[in-house]
């Protein structure tokens, strides 16, 4: 376990010691939502987030887990409302922490709002993604859902370079529109319905989790 | 008395098997064993009353309370050890008791580490190297850490060895007789009820045949043996699973007393013999009969 920890540790830790730096010299153009800087932010949200959670419940699985706390005085909403709690307070403190960190490299607000709602942003996806994930582990279980974890895990970890070049180039949509959009209270919008969404797939998931049981 | 656990046409519905509207009722205070062949309905009867399954039908009532309503108060109070234990694998004994413990209110450390070290199981050791028996002994050190009111052991014993089996049962009658728990023990090791059981009850085919005492029920219950033509046919009738052999005819009854008086002049003469019979005995009638 301790050496698994320092593999999946490994990783992102290395992406924000080279990606700091990176965003200091960002402020020279202006923050660039697909520059390398900012991959090496969004990319260790999902590879911690999701990596965490399909470690765990790849570990639930193996163990038996769900069948062990169905013994205990626990209710089905409780187990669900631990696991979702655990991935937002993942991705706030992450979220939180690199905001942070911008803001001691840079606290010029035309340069922080648009990163921090850039990564607020990516935010709300792994939250949803995770959420989603989670009414697929409860509906059919580890063995057969596990794999679309995976791929999810994946996808969402490549997905900014092939949404730049298959969706927002054909359509000449250009970095600074992004920033544009991220300027403006979009981003909050997005986070409300976003957070909205998230508490009502927490909810179908508690349904989800009892089903399985019965 | 007061019944600790009541259940009202409790039903369930598989495909291939079906617990059939069953009423049954637990005394508080008492060691209840529930006896029945493979596939009876002994865990799904255990798993409904733990919800651990969604019923079809009936109630259930634990310490006067719905046990779906009440699920998470019932538990508090249950100790419960099912047929396969669960636990967090990659973990140990001392975690597992820290884990479990912020869940139950009555939790009592002292009780979890002094049943730690009299079942000789180590803290420290990852369960995944425990044996059976071993992970048994943890559950049961679980589920009698939390100063629970009802014991519910649905096949505890079921692939251990012998020694592991007498050791885990002789403990049960021990702690039950100290501490007098209610206990739920189902089984189709008859040997294991007998040991520790006030109560009987069989459950045969998804429908409870008999509960009674089991005081009641091994005076009820009789072999007899008879030369031919020392008995009554009318009496003859009335026994179960009759079989003739070179000493002459055995059969079961199961209301001894009601036959006794027609049984006299037999005892007398040496023509009619009488052996009490054990659980396994009443079981095979059953099964057979059914």
């Not at chain 1, 969004?42 to 399909?54: H, R």
């Not at chain 2, 310490?63 to 019932?74: A, M, R, S, V, Y």
């Not at chain 2, 699973?241 to 209301?255: A, D, M």
Request: glycine share 8%; proline share 4%.
């Amino acid at each position: 376990m301790k050496k698994f920890s320092f593999w999946y540790f490994l990783y992102p830790g290395l992406l924000l010691a080279f990606g700091l730096p990176m965003f200091n010299s960002d402020r020279l153009t202006g923050p660039d939502p697909f520059s390398l800087s900012f991959a090496s932010y969004l990319a260790p949200m999902i590879w911690l987030v999701l990596g965490a959670m399909y470690s765990h419940e790849q570990m639930e699985s193996k163990a038996n887990g769900y069948n062990f706390l169905r013994i205990l005085p626990i209710e089905p909403a409780q187990i669900v409302k631990a696991k979702f709690t655990i991935v937002f307070i993942s991705v706030a403190i992450y979220v939180g922490g690199c905001c942070a960190a911008f803001a001691l490299i840079s606290t010029d607000p035309e340069y922080l709002i648009p990163s921090c709602g850039y990564l607020i942003t990516h935010g709300n996806i792994c939250l949803v993604a995770a959420a989603l994930l989670y009414l697929g582990i409860f509906r059919y279980g580890f063995s057969r859902f596990g794999k679309y974890v995976l791929i999810a895990w994946i996808f969402l970890f490549v997905s900014p370079i092939p949404f730049r070049i298959f969706f927002l180039k054909p359509r000449g949509i250009t970095d600074s529109e992004i920033m544009q959009f991220m300027r403006g209270p979009y981003w909050i919008l997005v986070t409300v319905i976003c957070l909205v969404g998230y508490y009502f797939l927490m909810k179908l998931a508690v349904k989800r989790l009892k089903a399985r049981y019965a | 008395m007061e019944h600790i656990l009541e259940i009202k046409r409790l039903r369930k519905e598989y495909p291939e098997f079906v617990l059939d509207d069953i009423d049954w009722t637990v005394l508080k205070g008492y060691v209840m064993g529930l006896i029945g062949p493979n596939g009876a309905g002994k865990t799904t009867t255990i798993k409904l009353i733990m919800n651990l399954l969604q019923s079809d039908g009936g109630q259930v009532k634990v310490f006067g309370l719905d046990n779906i309503l009440n699920e998470k108060q019932i538990k508090n109070k249950i100790g419960y050890v099912g047929e396969e234990q669960y636990f967090y694998d990659h973990k140990n004994a001392a975690w597992t008791g820290e884990f479990v413990s912020h869940f139950y209110d009555r939790w009592d450390a002292e009780t979890y580490r002094s049943l730690l070290e009299k079942f000789e199981i180590p803290p420290k050791k990852k369960i995944r190297k425990f044996s059976k028996g071993m992970k048994v002994k943890l559950s049961l050190a679980i589920a009698l850490s939390h100063n629970p009111e009802l014991i519910m052991l649905d096949e505890p014993t079921s692939g251990l060895d012998p020694i592991i089996r007498r050791e885990v049962i002789d403990f049960l009658k021990t702690f039950t007789d100290e501490n007098e728990k209610t206990v739920i023990l189902s089984s189709h090791i008859t040997d294991d009820i007998f040991r520790i059981a006030d109560y009987i009850t069989y459950m045969i085919n998804g429908q409870i045949v008999i509960t009674e005492s089991k005081d009641e029920l091994l005076s009820n219950w009789k072999k007899i043996h008879f030369t031919p033509g020392s008995l009554d046919k009318s009496v003859v009738d009335t026994l179960e699973s009759v079989e003739s052999h070179t000493f002459g005819t055995s059969g079961l009854t199961k209301n001894y007393p009601a036959i006794q008086d027609a049984l006299a002049s037999g005892l007398a003469s040496g023509d009619i013999k009488v052996e009490s019979v054990g659980l396994d005995d009443i079981l095979i009638v059953l099964v057979k009969g059914d």
